[in-house]
């Protein structure tokens, strides 16, 4: 498959033209068995594409190119990243102008989760907790069913977060895994 995308893209980035190290992206929801489920890319590209926070905005001005690729994985990749980064003025003016056929606009629709539609779980001082993140009570609770009172200031470490409940994360405490009322919780660094 890689001699395949190789040629498709010329020994090239197919995002940002860059020639040294590519690799092979599978575009997400497919499963990659086919060439056309992925695009070519380099590393650059997709450590910021796998990690927002390393997104830098001016790398990503060279989707005015590639966004109008004939091909269909590289178009839901440059959409997506446009999408990403609409806020920053310029991304959202390419977006306007760019065509999707309908399955290729299904596809790369296919993980955007609407803003109006998320979940997002508040500590108590409306800090967005994330699965994973380290919190510390901030009054003491009485642990139903399992008799013991979990002190304030106790740290909770790599909480879950209730998916279908913003008020509510899980953790463990004394060894029991409980549910904790997100506002009785302050994220620690």
Known sequence: MKKELLARSENKCELCSAEEDLQI?????????HADECALIC?????QIEDPSQVNI???RCL????WSSVPA??????????Q??????PQDLLDMMYLEPE????????????SERIIHKDANGVILKGGDSVVLIKDLNVKGANFIAKRGTPVRRIILVKDNPEHIEGRINGQ???IIAAYVKKTK
Do not use: F
Request: net charge negative.
């Open 25 to 33: 992206y599978v575009v997400a929801p497919e499963a990659g068995n």
């Open 43 to 47: 590393k650059n590209c997709q450590t």
């Open 58 to 60: 001016n790398h990503w």
């Open 64 to 67: 005015n190119d590639s966004m």
């Open 74 to 83: 590289v178009q839901v990749v440059a959409w997506r990243m446009l999408n």
């Open 85 to 90: 980064l609409k806020n920053e003025g310029w």
């Open 104 to 115: 290729t606009e299904t596809w790369a629709k296919a993980l955007i989760v609407e803003e």
């Open 177 to 179: 895994h409980i549910v």
